[in-house]
C-alpha cells in the first residue's frame, strides 16, 4: 500500500502551484492581482470580477476598477491611494500585479474626468507606472478594451489614439504591455455588429415596426441597459480569457496561478 500512497503524493505535488509545495513554500508566496480602471473592467459592468474568477483561490485578486473613471480622475479622488497602500502590504505575497485600464473616459466631452491626449493621459499612466515600480509592484498597461460600434461592415475604433499613448508609455518605461484594444477589436471584428451585440448588458431594444415609426415594445417600457461599451456575462467571460491568456504569455510565472475557466460568475 506504500507505494500507491507514495504515487499518488507524487502526482499531487506535480499539479500543486509552485508557491504551495515543498518545504520552502514559506520562500515561495502566491502572486497578488490588482485591477485598475473604469466601467469595462469593473464589477458588474466589465470583465474584472470574471477575470479574478480565472484565478486560483490562493490567489488575491482585487478589481479596484470604478465606473466612469478617468487616467485622471481615478488619482483625483484618492483611489490611487488604496492601490498604494495594498503595495506597502506586499509581504504575504510574491509578486504583486497591477493591471492598469484607461482611456474611455479620458476622451473629450467628460467635464471632470476627460484628459487631454498629448500631456495629461500620457503623463498620468506614466506615473501610475513609476510608483508601482517604485514600491515594489509590476505594472501592466492595458490598453482600453475595444467599443462594439460598426460602421458599415468594419468596427469603429474610437479608443485608437488612446491605446497608441499607452503603448508609447509602456516601451518608455519598459512597462509590459497587454494590446487589449488590439485583440478585443480583432475579435469583435471578426463577429460583425449583430453577435457582438450580444456580448452586452443587456438584449439589444426591438427595432421599430417598418414604416409606422412605432416600437413594438410596450409604452412605459424602463430604459434598456443595452450598449456597446459595457459587458454582461458572455462579454466579461470573453474579455477576461483574452486577458487571462496573454498574462500567460507576458509572465509564465503565471500560468500556475490561472484555472482554464473562471470558477464564478461575474457580478452582472
Given at each position: 500500500?506504500?507505494?500507491?500512497?507514495?504515487?499518488?503524493?507524487?502526482?499531487?505535488?506535480?499539479?500543486?502551484?509552485?508557491?504551495?509545495?515543498?518545504?520552502?513554500?514559506?520562500?515561495?508566496?502566491?502572486?497578488?492581482?490588482?485591477?485598475?480602471?473604469?466601467?469595462?473592467?469593473?464589477?458588474?459592468?466589465?470583465?474584472?470580477?470574471?477575470?479574478?474568477?480565472r484565478?486560483?483561490?490562493?490567489?488575491?485578486?482585487?478589481?479596484?476598477?470604478?465606473?466612469?473613471?478617468?487616467?485622471?480622475?481615478?488619482?483625483?479622488?484618492?483611489?490611487?491611494?488604496?492601490?498604494?497602500?495594498?503595495?506597502?502590504?506586499?509581504?504575504?505575497?510574491?509578486?504583486?500585479?497591477?493591471?492598469?485600464?484607461?482611456?474611455?473616459?479620458?476622451?473629450?466631452?467628460?467635464?471632470?474626468?476627460?484628459?487631454?491626449?498629448?500631456?495629461?493621459?500620457?503623463?498620468?499612466?506614466?506615473?501610475?507606472?513609476?510608483?508601482?515600480?517604485?514600491?515594489?509592484?509590476?505594472?501592466?498597461?492595458?490598453?482600453?478594451?475595444?467599443?462594439?460600434?460598426?460602421?458599415?461592415?468594419?468596427?469603429?475604433?474610437d479608443?485608437?489614439?488612446?491605446?497608441?499613448?499607452?503603448?508609447?508609455?509602456?516601451?518608455?518605461?519598459?512597462?509590459?504591455?497587454?494590446?487589449l484594444n488590439?485583440?478585443?477589436?480583432?475579435?469583435?471584428?471578426?463577429?460583425?455588429?449583430?453577435?457582438?451585440?450580444?456580448?452586452?448588458?443587456?438584449?439589444?431594444?426591438?427595432?421599430?415596426?417598418?414604416?409606422?415609426?412605432?416600437?413594438?415594445?410596450?409604452?412605459?417600457?424602463?430604459?434598456?441597459?443595452f450598449?456597446?461599451?459595457?459587458?454582461?456575462?458572455?462579454?466579461?467571460?470573453l474579455?477576461?480569457?483574452?486577458?487571462?491568456?496573454?498574462?500567460?504569455?507576458?509572465?509564465?510565472?503565471?500560468?500556475?496561478?490561472?484555472?482554464?475557466?473562471?470558477?464564478?460568475?461575474?457580478?452582472?
Open positions: 500500500m506504500k507505494r500507491p500512497l507514495a504515487l499518488l503524493a507524487i502526482g499531487l505535488l506535480a499539479l500543486s502551484p509552485t508557491w504551495a509545495a515543498g518545504p520552502d513554500a514559506a520562500a515561495t508566496k502566491p502572486p497578488r492581482i490588482i485591477l485598475v480602471g473604469d466601467s469595462t473592467m469593473a464589477t458588474r459592468s466589465g470583465y474584472g470580477d470574471t477575470l479574478c474568477g484565478f486560483r483561490p490562493e490567489v488575491s485578486c482585487i478589481n479596484l476598477a470604478r465606473g466612469g473613471r478617468s487616467s485622471g480622475s481615478f488619482r483625483a479622488e484618492g483611489r490611487w491611494d488604496e492601490v498604494r497602500a495594498l503595495l506597502r502590504d506586499s509581504a504575504p505575497y510574491g509578486a504583486s500585479y497591477v493591471l492598469i485600464q484607461f482611456g474611455h473616459n479620458d476622451q473629450p466631452g467628460k467635464p471632470g474626468r476627460s484628459t487631454d491626449l498629448v500631456t495629461q493621459f500620457p503623463d498620468n499612466i506614466a506615473r501610475y507606472a513609476t510608483e508601482v515600480t517604485e514600491l515594489g509592484g509590476v505594472p501592466v498597461l492595458l490598453t482600453p478594451l475595444t467599443r462594439r460600434t460598426f460602421r458599415g461592415a468594419y468596427l469603429h475604433n479608443l485608437a489614439p488612446w491605446a497608441e499613448a499607452t503603448r508609447r508609455v509602456a516601451r518608455a518605461h519598459s512597462a509590459a504591455l497587454l494590446d488590439v485583440i478585443s477589436g480583432r475579435a469583435v471584428q471578426a463577429m460583425g455588429q449583430d453577435e457582438a451585440d450580444t456580448l452586452a448588458q443587456a438584449p439589444k431594444p426591438v427595432e421599430p415596426v417598418a414604416g409606422t415609426g412605432a416600437a413594438t415594445e410596450p409604452q412605459g417600457a424602463p430604459k434598456s441597459a450598449d456597446r461599451t459595457h459587458v454582461g456575462a458572455k462579454g466579461a467571460a474579455f477576461s480569457g483574452m486577458v487571462a491568456g496573454e498574462l500567460k504569455r507576458l509572465f509564465p510565472a503565471l500560468a500556475p496561478a490561472l484555472r482554464e475557466s473562471p470558477a464564478v460568475a461575474a457580478q452582472h
